[in-house]
T-cell receptor, first 115, second 109 residues
Framework: GAVVSQHPSRVICKSGTSVKIECRSLDFQATTMFWYRQFPKQSLMLMATSNEGSKATYEQGVEKDKFLINHASLTLSTLTVTSAHPEDSSFYIC???????????FGPGTRLTVT | GQNIDQPTEMTATEGAIVQINCTYQTSGFNGLFWYQQHAGEAPTFLSYNVLDGLEEKGRFSSFLSRSKGYSYLLLKELQMKDSASYLCAVTDSNYQLIWGAGTKLIIKP
C-alpha cells in the first residue's frame, strides 16, 4: 500500500513555456502533500507544503507565482512551473502523507529539462 | 537554526558492515527517518525511530538517542545494490521534515 505516482516521469520544454506535474496518492488519502526539488548531487529541498483544500505554504526563496501548487482533492496535487527557464531544470519529487501518519510516501520523481 | 549532520561519503566492502551516523539539532523532535536514494530515483523509506533504542529490519538497523541528538543506520552483509545515498531526516515540532545532505555510500567488491 501507500503508493504515490507522478506524471510525467520526464519532460523537456522550451524556455518560457509552462509545465504541469501531477502527483497522485493511489491507495490512500493524502491530507498533506509536499513538493521537493533536487539538483544533481544535492539533497532534497522542500519547495512547498500543501493541505487539501487550502493554499500551499511555500518555503523561503520559492516564488509562489512561478511554482503554482494546487491540492484540490485528497488524492491529487499538481505543480505548475510557469515561464520555465533553463535554471528550473531539476528533479521534482512529490511526497504524500495521510492523516495521523508520520511517514511521507514519495513519488518516483519528474525530471524537468528546460531548453 | 536547525541542522542535520551526516558524512558526505563513505566506502565499504561487499559483505562487510557499515555504520552511517547522523547528528541533529532541531526545534523539537517528533521522529527520525532514514531513506535510501539511488541516483536518479526518489527516496525510499528505510526506517523510523521516535523512541530511544535500536530498530532492526533485516540487514538494516537504525539506532536513536534523543538525549544526544544522534542516530545511526547500520547496514550488514553489504551488497553492491546498497550503493546509494542515505538520507537522515528529522521531524521537528511543526512536523516538518528537516533533511540532511545525505551520505553517499560506495560499495567495493
Amino acid at each position: 500500500g501507500a503508493v504515490v505516482s507522478q506524471h510525467p516521469s520526464r519532460v523537456i520544454c522550451k524556455s518560457g513555456t509552462s509545465v504541469k506535474i501531477e502527483c497522485r496518492s493511489l491507495d490512500f488519502q493524502a491530507t498533506t502533500m509536499f513538493w521537493y526539488r533536487q539538483f544533481p548531487k544535492q539533497s532534497l529541498m522542500l519547495m512547498a507544503t500543501s493541505n487539501e483544500g487550502s493554499k500551499a505554504t511555500y518555503e523561503q526563496g520559492v516564488e509562489k507565482d512561478k511554482f503554482l501548487i494546487n491540492h484540490a482533492s485528497l488524492t491529487l496535487s499538481t505543480l505548475t512551473v510557469t515561464s520555465a527557464h533553463p535554471e528550473d531544470s531539476s528533479f521534482y519529487i512529490c511526497s504524500a502523507r495521510g492523516t495521523g501518519d508520520h511517514e511521507q510516501y514519495f513519488g518516483p520523481g519528474t525530471r524537468l529539462t528546460v531548453t | 537554526g536547525q541542522n542535520i549532520d551526516q558524512p558526505t561519503e563513505m566506502t565499504a566492502t561487499e559483505g562487510a558492515i557499515v555504520q552511517i551516523n547522523c547528528t541533529y539539532q532541531t526545534s523539537g523532535f517528533n521522529g527520525l527517518f532514514w531513506y535510501q536514494q539511488h541516483a536518479g530515483e526518489a527516496p525510499t523509506f528505510l526506517s523510523y525511530n521516535v523512541l530511544d533504542g535500536l530498530e532492526e529490519k533485516g540487514r538494516f538497523s537504525s539506532f536513536l538517542s534523543r538525549s544526544k541528538g544522534y542516530s545511526y543506520l547500520l547496514l550488514k552483509e553489504l551488497q553492491m545494490k546498497d550503493s546509494a545515498s542515505y538520507l537522515c531526516a528529522v521531524t521537528d515540532s511543526n512536523y516538518q521534515l528537516i533533511w540532511g545532505a545525505g551520505t553517499k555510500l560506495i560499495i567495493k567488491p
